[in-house]
């Protein structure tokens, strides 16, 4: 069961964190991924986190901007949102691969969360 938190609205240039906390399952034992689903679009990727936390891997949009980290003893992973564009509006959700290896396409991961809206205003 994962849940996302920390979505909201904020002026573009600003900053969020979201959150994805796992209960019911070991963080660790899991890559995660962040995706987000734009107005009227496809859900895309946006970051993934190996489950070790040394690898990490980003969509070409969001590198320099967003960053992706893991804290084990609490179970959550977390994506650090910078410079925010209104582009960057959409619901982000986290996601969790059983499977070694970072994955990019939805394909790759066994659990979802509900997601968290974020938008941002220009």
């Known amino acids: 069961h994962l849940v996302e938190s920390g979505g909201g609205l904020v002026q573009a240039g600003g900053s969020l964190r979201l959150s994805c906390a796992a209960s019911?399952?070991?963080?660790?034992?899991?890559?995660m991924g962040w995706f987000r689903q734009p107005p009227s679009k496809e859900r895309e990727f946006v970051a993934a986190i190996s489950r070790s936390g040394d690898s990490t891997y980003y969509e070409p949009s969001v590198k320099g901007r967003f960053t992706i980290s893991g804290d084990n003893a609490r179970n959550t992973v977390y994506l650090q949102m910078n410079s925010l564009k209104p582009e960057d509006t959409a619901v982000y959700y986290c996601?969790?691969?059983?499977?070694?290896?970072?994955?990019?396409?939805?394909?790759?991961?066994?659990?979802w969360g509900q997601g968290t809206q974020v938008t941002v205003s220009s």
């Open positions: 019911g399952r070991t963080f660790s034992e899991y890559n």
């Open positions: 996601a969790a691969r059983r499977l070694y290896g970072l994955g990019v396409t939805l394909e790759a991961y066994d659990y």
